[in-house]
Each structure stands twice: as C-alpha cells, then as structure tokens.
C-alpha cells in the first residue's frame, strides 16, 4: 500500500470576514450565510469571528470544486474545523495544500482525494 505522504497543517495565510466575503462575491451578507450553511462556503471562527480562508474565494467567485469537497468531506462525518484542517494539510504529493490545490489543475485529484476519505 503506496504511503500519502502528510505533513504539517498549513493555516489559511488571509482570513475574510463574512462582510468582505459578500463584499468580494457581489452578494448580500444574507446569501453568504445560505452559501456557509448549504455547505457550499467553508467559514470557521477565526479570531472570535466567523470567518473565511480567502484563498476559497478567488477571483470574486468560490472556487468551482469547494462545494462538492466539503460535501464530501462531510459526508465522511468531518466538521467544518475538521475540513478546514484537512485543506490545509500539506501534501507533497499534490503540491502543496488540497486548499491550494483546489485553485489549479490538481482540483480534481482533491475531489477524488476527498471521496477516497469517505469509504
């Protein structure tokens, strides 16, 4: 059985709160709380405040694999802090973090990475 090669975790470098998150999507601050809670957004507290990692939400948009990650990483019974973690653990097999990853030609490999957590 071929070894995954896990290290530290990474913490998310920039944070945004809920207002910037919304600022940044051209949304209401009313439909990035359906987006957290229709788990398609990743917000954990940070500092006391809800908030998200800003790598998630790049070029104004969430990125096009997150919801379908987290979905499966709650499925395999992660909570939003566990999910946080697992994104940031660094993988030298991808390069780098799934978080980071998830921003490039590797997305898909993360998906599949996620799946593969949940059996």
């Known amino acids: ?4 090669s896990h290290s530290t975790t990474d913490a998310p ?3 945004l709160p809920l207002p910037d998150v919304a600022e940044r999507l051209g949304l209401s601050i009313l ?3 359906q987006l957290i809670k229709d788990g398609s957004l990743l917000a954990v507290r940070h500092e006391g ?6 790598e998630l939400v790049a070029n104004d948009i969430v990125l ?9 990483l709650r499925d395999a019974g ?3 802090e566990e999910a946080l973690r697992w994104l940031y653990t660094a ?3 991808l390069p780098g973090t799934p978080a980071a990853a998830l ?3 590797k997305a898909r490999e993360v998906k599949r990475r996620a799946q593969a957590v949940a059996f």
């Open 31 to 33: 439909k990035v709380h």
């Open 64 to 72: 096009k694999h997150l919801p379908g990650v987290l979905t499966l």
């Open 91 to 93: 993988d030298d097999t």
């Open 13 to 15: 470098t920039t944070w």
């Open 103 to 105: 921003g490039g030609d």
């Open 49 to 54: 405040v809800r908030q998200v990692p800003a």
């Open 78 to 80: 992660f909570n939003d």
């Open 1 to 4: 059985m071929a070894e995954t």
